[in-house]
């Protein structure tokens, strides 16, 4: 029986193992014998109606390091039950805890060994290479007076009383702020001196100080809590699990329902979480956030296998408020550095996956979000950042509201997010990317590299007061009216992409530019409607005067469906377009020049001539159509209808040396050419075009001359 139950331990890392209920069959009692006590060792007392004192009671009896067992398959109801101090272990084994008051069940603090004040931080080069001469750039923390108990190795918090940069402050009170705070490692100690092994990432300024984490730490394996019915009515709204300042916790399980979170990790450094949680309430009305994770100003922790079912946010970052000079200082600072991995979230009811402004370097490694709407104080995202340095890995959403929501809650919050080989499929808007309206301020640096992104909404995705870029082949389909729409001071760069449109509106565009102050910048980009449900769409349509494209390299695929043009525009001097090398594979048009104020273009497509135009002349005066065509050879068929016509001005070329060809393609009527620098020529005289006549010029940089 023990080499069966050894077979079937799975190893923590450090100390005591977990043990899961794989083939266990019958073998608790011999459990007990070799990790530690049960909960059953403990009697109820005169006059307690549930568990928790039996449970605190065996909790008591712990030495450090000790280990309380929940019997396969047993039940028990528990409320505020704590340990502070000592390192333990509690082993479910299949049983079930149900909260039964408005309390949290369990609440597991470590501590800290002591707070010394700090007289200084300062960067310097230190050679801790015994010999090689290798600096290593470090942070040099003096203490006003050295700790004895302080040793290399050992985790640290640096906090101060400085207010978080950007953050939300109006939870608290006029005197509690979210403040500064960040965990490190020691390195070396040298006196008052404390290097530690890198370089803070905060700077700090007003009553600094260091505080040691002690060496305590929590594990949890093989519970399942539930949650008292009368919870319900008598609206609870308690989180079921909290570990507070420890390092090493590692935790595997599972809840039913939650009136609030169900775990809250605050001040913990160096956690590793796999947890099932389901029907977390969401009723922000009533106090209740229900977050599957709430990770507060935590450090270096991985969520793994995770699934949230039910909840507000699966996954969620936080940072109390605070007085200056606090002495709960696990929650000072930031959550940072945190990955969550192979992790799902079902039915949400705001975004499974989500972190707040005051977070930084957050990866989620494929996660999936699943089938989430937009419930009280909700988006319905699959995931969310409004912080910096977030990272999405090979994610998906799929049969959401939104796909990614990138926005920027507080000025200044958000920037550095990166969308690596992600997709979405059945969502309403792929990407939703907005920053606030205040001066200067932005969403930067959005960087989506790879991936699919299907949408079907009207707006397949959306930017506005963001600086987002696109490279390394990402496809978006889709089926809306507007697939991108852009809107104020949105600035997009595009590179090696694909969009392709599925839509059913005649009205279709793929880039629909319609703010103010929008730059667009397209470089080797396909746009493919052959699949569009519907003909004579519009690729690309600018809506302001201050709208402003460039690019090269793109690559109109229609496999035949009809196209209206591929560039629109609202009116004349509507926004500037220099895009060159526009491939299309159908006569279609390109654009009509006069709506532009500034122009430059050049194109090919199968049976036309690079550069080539054909332009009835129904008047007189009528300006030739090519403005802003950079195309090297421009070749302009005219055709003068019901009489003799007078061609207007030729627009100023693009390149020096570019050569324009007009021919006559009448066979009845001719076609003048004028003289002179009202129509940018400089031919000697007037020249007549009879049937089929032409006549070859080339642009001298400031005027069309004749071809000798």
């Known amino acids: 029986m023990v080499n069966r139950i050894k077979e079937n331990m799975i190893g923590s890392g450090e100390g005591l193992p977990f043990i899961t209920r794989k083939n266990l069959d019958d073998a608790s009692d011999k459990i007990l014998d070799i990790v530690g006590i049960s909960i059953e060792s403990f009697d109820k007392i005169a006059g307690e109606t549930d568990d928790s004192g039996r449970c605190q009671r065996a909790l008591n009896s712990l030495n450090d390091k000790g280990v309380l067992v929940f019997p396969y398959g047993n039940t028990y109801y528990i409320n505020n039950v704590s340990v502070s101090g000592k390192s333990?272990?509690?082993?479910?084994?299949?049983?079930?805890?149900?909260?039964?008051?408005?309390?949290?069940?369990?609440?597991?603090?470590?501590?800290?060994?002591?707070?010394?004040?700090?007289?200084?931080?300062?960067?310097?080069?230190?050679?801790?290479?015994?010999?090689?001469?290798t600096l290593t750039n470090v942070a040099k923390i003096t203490l006003s007076s050295p700790q004895t108990n302080l040793k290399p190795g050992d985790t640290v918090k640096v906090i101060s009383d400085d207010e978080i940069e950007n953050s939300f402050q109006g939870g608290g009170t006029a005197t509690t702020k979210k403040r500064k705070g960040e965990f490190a490692k020691v390195y070396y100690i040298s006196g008052n001196d404390v290097y530690l092994s890198g370089r803070l990432r905060e700077t700090y300024t007003t009553n600094i100080r260091l505080a040691k984490l002690k060496n305590i730490t929590f594990k949890m394996d093989g519970l399942h809590f539930d949650v008292a019915t009368q919870g319900e009515s008598e609206v609870w709204n308690r989180v079921l699990v909290r570990f507070i300042a420890a390092e090493k916790v590692r935790i595997d399980i599972s809840c039913a329902n939650s009136y609030d979170s169900f775990v809250l990790l605050m001040g913990v450094y160096d956690y590793r979480a796999k947890v099932d949680a389901n029907n977390c309430r969401n009723e922000p009305i009533k106090g209740r956030y229900g977050y599957g994770i709430n990770d507060s100003s935590c450090g270096n922790g991985v969520i793994y296998n995770s699934t949230f079912n039910n909840c507000r946010h699966g996954y969620t970052t936080s940072t109390g408020y605070i007085e200056p000079g606090s002495t709960t200082i696990e929650n000072y600072g930031k959550t940072e550095t945190i990955t969550i991995v192979d992790s799902f979230g079902v039915g949400c009811s705001n975004s499974p996956f989500d972190v707040h402004e005051e977070a930084y370097s957050i990866t989620f490694l494929n996660c999936h979000a699943i089938g989430n709407v937009a419930g009280a104080s909700g988006s319905g995202a699959g995931f969310q950042a409004r912080a910096k340095k977030i990272k999405f890995v090979d994610c998906s959403a799929k049969n959401t509201r939104q796909g990614f929501y990138i926005f920027e809650q507080y000025a200044g919050t958000t920037n550095?997010?990166?969308?690596?080989?992600?997709?979405?499929?059945n969502v309403e808007q792929s990407l939703y990317i907005k920053g606030r309206s205040d001066a200067g301020v932005k969403v930067r640096d959005v960087y989506v590299s790879g991936g699919k992104f299907e949408s079907y909404g009207s707006v397949g995705n959306y930017i506005e007061n963001a600086v987002v870029s696109l490279v390394n082949n990402p496809e978006f389909i889709m089926k809306g009216y507007q697939g991108f729409l852009l809107f104020d001071n949105a600035l997009l760069k595009v590179k090696n992409s694909k969009f392709t449109s599925l839509s059913d509106n005649a009205q279709y565009r793929i880039l629909d530019i319609t703010g103010t102050n929008v730059k667009v910048d397209l470089q080797d980009v396909e746009l493919n409607i052959a699949n569009a449900v519907v003909a004579d769409g519009k690729l690309i349509r600018l809506s302001h005067e201050t709208a402003f494209v460039?690019?090269?390299?793109?690559?109109?695929?229609?496999?035949?469906?009809?196209?209206?043009?591929?560039?629109?525009?609202?009116?004349?001097?509507?926004?500037?377009?220099?895009?060159?090398?526009?491939?299309?594979?159908?006569?279609?048009?390109?654009?009509?020049?006069?709506?532009?104020?500034?122009?430059?273009?050049?194109?090919?497509?199968?049976?036309?001539?690079?550069?080539?135009?054909?332009?009835?002349?129904?008047?007189?005066?009528?300006?030739?159509?090519?403005?802003?065509?950079?195309?090297?050879?421009?070749?302009?068929?005219?055709?003068?209808?019901t009489s003799d016509k007078i061609l207007g001005s030729i627009p100023p070329g693009v390149l020096l040396g570019q050569r324009l060809t007009i021919r006559n393609s009448d066979s009845t009527f001719n076609v003048t050419v004028k003289h002179g620098s009202t129509y940018n020529t400089a031919i000697g005289a007037d020249k007549i075009l009879p049937v089929d006549g032409a006549i070859s010029l080339i642009w001298s940089g400031s005027q069309w001359v004749n071809v000798v």
């Open 88 to 133: 333990v272990t509690v082993l479910g084994i299949g049983a079930t805890i149900i909260q039964n008051k408005n309390q949290s069940v369990f609440t597991f603090t470590g501590g800290w060994d002591f707070v010394s004040v700090v007289s200084s931080i300062t960067n310097v080069s230190y050679d801790f290479s015994q010999g090689n001469n």
């Open 550 to 641: 460039t690019g090269e390299r793109i690559n109109v695929v229609t496999e035949g469906k009809g196209l209206a043009t591929v560039v629109d525009s609202l009116g004349v001097g509507t926004g500037t377009f220099n895009v060159t090398k526009i491939k299309i594979d159908q006569d279609a048009t390109i654009l009509n020049p006069v709506n532009f104020s500034t122009l430059m273009y050049s194109y090919v497509s199968p049976t036309k001539a690079t550069g080539a135009i054909f332009q009835d002349l129904s008047s007189d005066n009528t300006v030739l159509a090519t403005k802003g065509i950079a195309n090297e050879n421009i070749y302009v068929r005219v055709k003068p209808l």
């Open 416 to 425: 550095g997010i990166e969308l690596i080989n992600c997709s979405t499929d």
